[in-house]
């Protein structure tokens, strides 16, 4: 066992020393010729699993769409325009509010063209946008050259190609070899707002300053990075919290006194019951820590990061929940088939020693599954979405501590058994209400769905109206109003569910404005993004001051302000999410308005550069800057060793990370303390 979770761990690790850069599609090109003067230049390109390229023709308002560049075109004319083949995918996107056409895990686009010349020389390159649900890749290319002796000459185009200019085509060949892309004062693209101030600041920069604010960050972005994940510390402890709301069921509290009595019993020296009744504790972390790593190591890893966003996965999830929410609510009992418990009593009947009590601690797993199996399955189904791949062994690992720590404390200490709470109707209650949450929780994995269909049926303010009436009922029941069918008769309202009540309903009371577009921070984590609300009163939208990055560094440096680079495109559904979900928070807008000198860089701006220009990229390879978003893609990979959107770096004025960098999350109170975080940095430095 120590050797398989020593495995698991390492496995685990190597996940998340996996450099930033992301690399999920693949392209090939040949020019395919049949001897005759027409020929076809093919694209093809294999697309790892979860990822997507889209196809062409989108139109402007949409995310990147592929489309074929000629840098030359030497004794060749064009047929027709860039043709996708293959399974295409056609899905209406909320977001950009049109039909997207997309491939999956292949993609083909083929180019016809004539030969005009017995000889030809072609240079091109296919433009294309590739995205998953979580982040966007900028605009990538697939470079292609070819020159060399045509099987044919088409004597029509031919006539035509004669006539044309030589000039244009010696233009459209010529590339300045530039190495250094820093922007000069009259190249400033700041398309927010005219800052002169921030223009004539960078045209006093001389070369060896703006060369600076390009110095590559990655090492020192590295050592704000955390070796432990501290996602897993509050992991274990909901897995703990499962663990003690199982322990309090009908189906586990009573059978602590029978077991402790048994083991008391059945040993003269109270010495050797205690250690057995340690050794069924133990039983009990193994068998459950086991059950965790089962999921883990069916899954894997990149299955269980896919389902965090996976929309089948998300429906059968929500399913789940519901069916553990009606069996909790008394519709009807989950349990296991009566003969397997029967026959792993009966082996512990027959056997002796540690392998009796494992088998006693196994009967109970067995028993008691009616009313653990939907925490339990509530629990694995939350943690798995979480994409750690050892999050359900952790998050199993807790449920079992808090299971079994009781059985060894009353054995240790039997007298405790008289002040412990006896069995009644409130573990009924209890069942109820975590009823009533997991019901709650299903709409979360629902929303996904609806989110990655764009269904519309479950928008931010159908979501919050949901949860309003779900934990309304919760107060009024905790009040007495209603009953299930375990309930006991005449069930009265007693202290603690009076409080739990006041509890349930004055939180249905405070998302009551959120149908009307308030922020809610509580539940922003669960709830829809702010642009699925239909009926918005709250208007608090965060806009960048600068679109270029030396301008706005030297801005920065005049004001004496911090840095956001937000790494952003038109095309990227989930930098719109933040946007909207994140930003529209007063704390948070606040901070960027008033703290920060906000830089936002589109990494597919079509804006053409003054003049094309040739870098050597992090792989070594050489690639042609074109466009602006080609140019802050550019950066963003260079400078930070990251190429996926969004990605916010907090930078001092001389380009230097003040903390680690933030990509997708809603989580606000997390995206303040980072701002915080770069804030107080900042400050420290003067």
């Known amino acids: 066992m120590k050797k398989l979770m020593s495995v698991v761990m390492l496995l685990f690790v190597a996940i998340l020393c996996n450099a930033q850069m992301a690399n999920p599609v693949k392209f090939t090109v040949q020019l395919k010729t049949n001897g005759t003067a027409e020929a076809e230049i093919v694209f093809s390109g294999k697309i790892e699993s979860g990822w997507h390229v889209y196809s062409t023709n989108l139109g402007g308002d949409g995310p990147t769409e592929a489309a074929v560049h000629f840098d030359k075109k030497d004794g060749i004319e064009l047929v027709g325009k860039l043709t996708p083949r293959g399974h295409e995918i056609s899905k209406m996107d909320d977001m950009f509010g049109m039909v997207l056409r997309y491939f999956e895990n292949s993609a083909q686009f083929v180019q016809k063209i004539k030969f005009t010349k017995p000889e030809h020389d072609i240079k091109c390159y296919l433009e294309y946008g590739a995205c998953n649900d979580e982040s966007c890749m900028p605009p990538s290319t697939a470079e292609f050259a070819h020159k060399g002796k045509s099987p044919a000459v088409d004597a029509a185009a031919a006539k035509d190609a004669a006539k044309a200019d030589a000039k244009t085509e010696a233009k459209d060949?010529?590339?300045?070899?530039?190495?250094?892309?820093?922007?000069?004062?009259?190249?400033?693209?700041?398309?927010?707002?005219?800052?002169?101030?921030?223009?004539?600041?960078?045209?006093?920069?001389?070369?060896?300053?703006?060369?600076?604010?390009?110095?590559?960050?990655?090492?020192?972005?590295?050592?704000?990075?955390?070796?432990?994940?501290?996602s897993l510390l509050y992991i274990f402890f909901a897995g703990l919290l499962g663990?003690?709301?199982?322990?309090?069921?009908?189906?586990?509290?009573?059978?602590?006194?029978?077991?402790?009595?048994?083991?008391?019993?059945?040993?003269?020296?109270?010495?050797?019951?205690?250690?057995?009744?340690?050794?069924?504790?133990?039983?009990?972390?193994?068998?459950?820590?086991?059950?965790?790593l089962i999921v883990s190591l069916l899954f894997g890893a990149s299955a269980l990061n896919a389902l965090s966003t996976n929309a089948i996965f998300n429906i059968l999830f929500c399913l789940l929940l519901v069916v553990f929410a009606a069996s909790f609510f008394g519709a009807f009992e989950i349990t296991l088939p009566s003969s397997w418990s029967n026959k792993i009593d009966q082996k512990s009947d027959e056997t002796s020693g540690f392998i009796s009590i494992f088998l006693m601690a196994f009967t109970l797993s067995l028993v008691s599954f009616s009313c653990t199996g939907p925490i339990i399955g509530f629990l694995l189904v939350a943690v798995s979405s979480s994409g750690d791949i050892v999050a359900p062994t952790?998050?199993?690992?807790?449920?079992?501590?808090?299971?079994?720590?009781?059985?060894?404390?009353?054995?240790?200490?039997?007298?405790?058994?008289?002040?412990?709470?006896?069995?009644?109707?409130?573990?009924?209650?209890?069942?109820?209400?975590?009823?009533?949450?997991?019901?709650?929780?299903?709409?979360?994995?629902?929303?996904?769905?609806?989110?990655?269909y764009g269904w519309h049926i479950l928008d931010r303010e159908a979501f919050l109206a949901l949860w309003i009436i779900i934990f309304g009922l919760l107060g009024l029941y905790l009040l007495g109003m209603f009953?299930?069918?375990?309930?006991?008769?005449?069930r009265r309202?007693?202290?603690?569910?009076?409080?739990?009540?006041?509890?349930?309903?004055?939180?249905?009371?405070?998302?009551?404005?959120?149908?009307?577009?308030?922020?809610?921070?509580?539940?922003?984590?669960?709830?829809?993004?702010?642009?699925?609300?239909?009926?918005?009163?709250?208007?608090?939208?965060?806009?960048?001051?600068?679109?270029?990055?030396?301008?706005?560094?030297?801005?920065?440096?005049?004001?004496?302000?911090?840095?956001?680079?937000?790494?952003?495109?038109?095309?990227c559904v989930n930098c719109r999410k933040m946007e909207a979900a994140v930003w529209t928070d007063s704390k948070v807008a606040d901070m960027l308005n008033q703290k920060?000198?906000?830089?936002?860089?589109?990494?597919?701006?079509?804006?053409?550069?003054?003049?094309?220009?040739?870098?050597?990229?992090?792989?070594?390879t050489q690639r042609t800057l074109r466009t602006i978003g080609d140019k802050w893609s550019y950066l963003q990979r260079y400078k930070f060793g990251s190429n996926t959107q969004p990605m916010y770096v907090l930078i001092d004025n001389e380009g230097m990370p003040l903390t680690g960098s933030r990509s997708y999350d809603e989580d606000i109170n997390e995206y303040m303390k980072f701002l915080q975080t770069g804030l107080d940095n900042y400050n420290n430095k003067k």
């Open 596 to 620: 920060y000198v906000l830089i936002s860089l589109y990494v597919d701006d079509k804006t053409p550069l003054p003049e094309p220009m040739v870098v050597t990229d992090t792989d070594g």
């Open 493 to 571: 309202t007693n202290v603690p569910q009076f409080f739990l009540a006041l509890l349930s309903l004055s939180f249905a009371m405070y998302m009551v404005p959120g149908l009307w577009g308030a922020p809610l921070k509580a539940v922003s984590a669960f709830a829809p993004p702010m642009n699925t609300q239909d009926f918005n009163l709250y208007k608090n939208e965060v806009h960048p001051r600068f679109k270029d990055f030396e301008a706005g560094m030297a801005a920065a440096r005049l004001e004496g302000k911090p840095v956001m680079v937000d790494f952003t495109g038109f095309g």
């Open 483 to 490: 009953n299930f069918p375990h309930d006991d008769e005449g």
């Open 394 to 452: 952790i998050g199993m690992l807790g449920f079992a501590v808090a299971l079994a720590v009781p059985f060894a404390l009353f054995a240790m200490f039997p007298t405790l058994l008289k002040s412990a709470p006896k069995s009644g109707g409130w573990m009924n209650v209890l069942k109820v209400v975590l009823g009533f949450i997991e019901l709650a929780f299903a709409l979360k994995f629902l929303s996904v769905a609806d989110l990655a």
């Open 173 to 230: 060949a010529n590339v300045a070899d530039v190495a250094d892309p820093t922007t000069t004062a009259e190249a400033v693209t700041d398309t927010v707002a005219t800052d002169t101030a921030a223009v004539a600041a960078v045209a006093n920069m001389d070369k060896s300053e703006l060369q600076k604010l390009w110095t590559p960050v990655v090492k020192q972005l590295e050592k704000f990075d955390k070796p432990i994940n501290n």
């Open 243 to 292: 663990g003690l709301l199982a322990l309090f069921t009908p189906c586990v509290w009573p059978i602590i006194p029978m077991t402790v009595s048994f083991f008391l019993k059945r040993n003269k020296e109270r010495r050797k019951a205690i250690r057995e009744a340690i050794t069924y504790g133990v039983s009990i972390v193994v068998i459950y820590v086991a059950l965790g």
